[in-house]
């Protein structure tokens, strides 16, 4: 099982490759909920990670329409694409862009919630595309069953921040139209909604130039499971998004060694969550005061 992680700041990227098997990099034109937007430092970043002959992935998670396709076929175009690992989108569409480049065999598909099953999880094997990523809303024994019918590289949102609603619309730029003042909401990595209901939690929210993110505020995590996780995840992704490299970097340390430094998590004032690794999710109606 190989750990990748996700980069803030290019000056930390030597420490990071020394606990990370790879890096995830985007660009806010074709990807969305990035740590950082390296632009013009990518094509450097892909260079001194293969020459440490680690792995790159790029992400390409936004849903594009017909001309953004086009767009996206002319970047990966000026990319040294034979450094790169993988190209991790949630398009379906981007199919037909990487099967014209001679690319197919580096796309992992990730539809964040849609393959819950094996069949799901396979459909996409007759492409020979290298992988796929299960649902982060499914069990472990549901994972490890797809896990041991897998026909390519799986791979696993296994800590971090995750998705609870994404929308299209600019809605945090919508709220300052509405108070007539100026938007210096976008793009900032600090915001938090809070519920009158749900005290004890506070939820980061973000928007990009894709739209409005929120995510839970307690992070995920899969210590419990790793045991039977190394058994049939091809890539564990650990996510820093509202956090930091220094973070990522002790806590893949801590997944390899498998010891929890609680000391680490009390740092960043944190209350880690199983998911739905050993409940299956439900939908609950709330009580009537």
């Not at 398009?91 to 014209?100: K, P, R, Y």
Request: proline share 1%.
């Amino acid at each position: 099982m190989k750990f990748i992680t996700t980069l803030h700041k290019y000056e930390n990227l030597d420490s990071i490759l020394e606990v990370a098997d790879g890096i995830i990099l985007g660009q806010v034109q074709f990807a969305k909920t990035l740590t950082n937007d390296f632009k013009s430092l990518t094509n450097d970043i892909i260079h001194k990670v293969h020459h440490c002959q680690k792995e790159v992935f790029l992400l390409l998670n936004k849903i594009f329409t017909d001309k953004e396709l086009k767009l996206v076929k002319d970047y990966l175009k000026g990319l040294p694409v034979e450094m790169i690992t993988g190209f991790i989108g949630a398009d379906i569409g981007l199919l037909s862009v990487m099967d014209e480049l001679g690319l197919t065999d580096k796309f992992v598909y990730n539809p964040e919630t849609l393959l819950t099953n094996d069949v799901d999880f396979n459909d996409l094997s007759s492409a020979h595309i290298k992988g796929a990523f299960v649902s982060k809303e499914i069990t472990l024994e549901d994972i490890l069953e797809i896990g041991q019918l897998k026909k390519y590289d799986l791979f696993y949102f296994g800590h971090g921040h995750m998705s609870m609603f994404y929308s299209k619309r600019q809605m945090l730029q919508t709220f300052k139209d509405y108070k007539n003042e100026a938007n210096n909401l976008h793009q900032d990595q600090n915001l938090r909604l809070s519920e009158a209901k749900r005290l004890d939690e506070t939820y980061p929210i973000l928007e990009d130039d894709a739209g409005t993110h929120v995510f839970r505020g307690h992070i995920f995590n899969s210590f419990k499971a790793l045991d039977a996780l190394s058994s049939v995840v091809d890539y564990f992704v650990v996510d820093s998004l509202f956090l930091d490299d220094s973070y990522a970097g002790k806590i893949i340390l801590m997944y390899r060694e498998g010891i929890i430094d609680k000391t680490l998590i009390e740092t960043y004032k944190q209350t880690l969550h199983d998911g739905f690794l050993f409940d299956e999710s439900t939908i609950k109606g709330e009580k009537n005061d």
